[in-house]
């Protein structure tokens, strides 16, 4: 199973909006995100450590989204405020009629004021797979392999079947939600 953290929402252009912020990020609100991410985290720990054949991997993924906003040329990012697709007052709706998102959507960080971009969450589910530090306590691909290795008599089930299961389902989750 797969577990993402909140990431730095205080630096969404739908808050920035909401709140007539002058700077990058609002960071009363990260710091409260922050706050949950880091019990998010013990809790995690704690369940891995209650349900033994679950293989249970964090993606600190609100470190990353932060370094993509302030860094994003790193990342092949050029625009990392501004959404390319412009949605009615508040953020809420579709995209303004007659209004055409960006043209480069394959370097922007947001899609709408408060979803990050098909390219950004790309960055994120490469790293959660293959990449190191970003997912604890071992990337997708690494969890995927450890528990393959290891098999159980129960049911004629290995940990790996289930574990994959997970995975595949969290993911997909993550996935259908980046594009509400």
Not at 69 to 91: D, F, H, M, Q, R
Request: glycine share 6%; hydrophobic share 40%; net charge neutral.
């Amino acid at each position: 199973m797969v577990v993402f953290e909140i990431p730095p929402i205080g630096c969404y252009p739908i808050v920035l909006e909401r709140i007539k912020s002058n700077t990058r990020c609002v960071e009363n609100i990260n710091n409260m995100v922050t706050i949950f991410n880091d019990k998010l985290g013990a809790k995690v720990k704690e369940l891995s450590s209650t349900l033994k054949d679950t293989t249970i991997i964090l993606a600190k993924t609100y470190g990353l989204v932060y370094d993509m906003i302030n860094n994003s040329s790193t990342y092949g990012l050029e625009e990392a405020a501004k959404p390319c697709c412009v949605v009615g007052k508040y953020g809420s709706g579709l995209c303004v009629p007659e209004k055409t998102p960006c043209e480069k959507r394959d370097t922007t960080l947001f899609w709408d004021q408060a979803h990050i971009s098909e390219a950004a969450n790309t960055i994120i589910a490469v790293k959660a797979f293959n990449g190191s530090g970003l997912s604890t306590p071992a990337n997708i691909v690494d969890a995927i392999k450890s528990a393959k290795s290891t098999t159980t008599a129960h049911n004629g089930t290995s940990p790996s079947s289930v574990s994959y299961l997970n995975i595949l389902l969290v993911l997909t989750f993550f996935v259908v939600l980046s594009y509400l």
